[in-house]
T-cell receptor, first 112, second 115 residues
Framework: DVKVTQSSRYLVKRTGEKVFLECVQD?????MFWYRQDPGLGLRLIYF???????EKGDIPEGYSVSREKKERFSLILESASTNQTSMYLC???????????FGPGTRLLVL | DQQVKQNSPSLSVQEGRISILNCDYT??????FLWYKKYPAEGPTFLIS?????DKNEDGRFTVFLNKSAKHLSLHIVPSQPGDSAVYFC??????????????FGQGTILTVHP
């Protein structure tokens, strides 16, 4: 059974803090993705990675960075958290060029 | 620029009736379309998909229709069940060479099926 796990289900952080969100997949997938979900805006792609140490900007990369040092792990970093980064963050993975993505349960982040 | 649009934020349907969720897109390079279902506090799960070379795909109670000329697709659920109550996202894959399987999602439609 495919599995994508995210390090935290809920996080509360202060403005200006550095925040790390971790995602691990056990399916040996090359592609990994970070999205944020906001009401009325759907899922918006922040960053994705198609190989170890490779990354590409998505539609809304500002204020975020990512790290992929191992194939199974993809980290999203908020360098200096701001209140407008309060959101649900979803990680996903897929095989190369294959359309079906498998999602983790999400991390609900509140920035105060 | 919203390339995939779900113009109905919510839909309410009686149990046993048909649910029809709609999705419009603007990018003619999209070659594959998917529907995902999301329950609260869970990640989206894949439901059904359709290639741009087809106009219909059916899986049990779920059927997806694609009208390429209108750049429109729809998801039909028949009969609807209370357990179908969730947020439904339409997504599309760009056939462009550097897309790496990237998907573009719509805003989502909240489906509520009443007993």
């Amino acid at each position: 059974d495919v599995k994508v796990t995210q390090s935290s289900r809920y996080l509360v952080k202060r403005t200006g803090e550095k925040v790390f969100l971790e995602c691990v997949q056990d399916m040996d997938h090359e592609n990994m993705f970070w999205y944020r979900q906001d009401p009325g805006l759907g899922l918006r792609l922040i960053y994705f990675s198609y190989d170890v140490k490779m990354k590409e900007k998505g539609d809304i990369p500002e204020g975020y960075s990512v790290s992929r040092e191992k194939k199974e792990r993809f980290s999203l970093i908020l360098e200096s958290a701001s209140t407008n980064q309060t959101s649900m963050y979803l990680c996903a993975s897929s095989l190369p060029v294959v359309e079906t993505q498998y999602f983790g349960p999400g991390t609900r982040l509140l920035v105060l | 620029d919203q390339q995939v649009k779900q113009n109905s934020p919510s839909l309410s349907v009686q149990e046993g009736r048909i649910s029809i969720l709609n999705c419009d897109y603007t990018n003619s390079m999209f070659d594959y379309f998917l529907w995902y279902k999301k329950y609260p506090a869970e990640g989206p799960t894949f439901l059904i998909s359709i290639s741009s070379i087809k106009d219909k795909n059916e899986d049990g109670r779920f059927t997806v229709f694609l009208n390429k000329s209108a750049k429109h697709l729809s998801l039909h659920i028949v009969p609807s069940q209370p357990g179908d109550s969730a947020v439904y996202f339409c997504a599309a894959r760009d056939a462009g060479g550097t897309s790496y399987g990237k998907l573009t999602f719509g805003q989502g439609t909240i489906l509520t099926v009443h007993p």
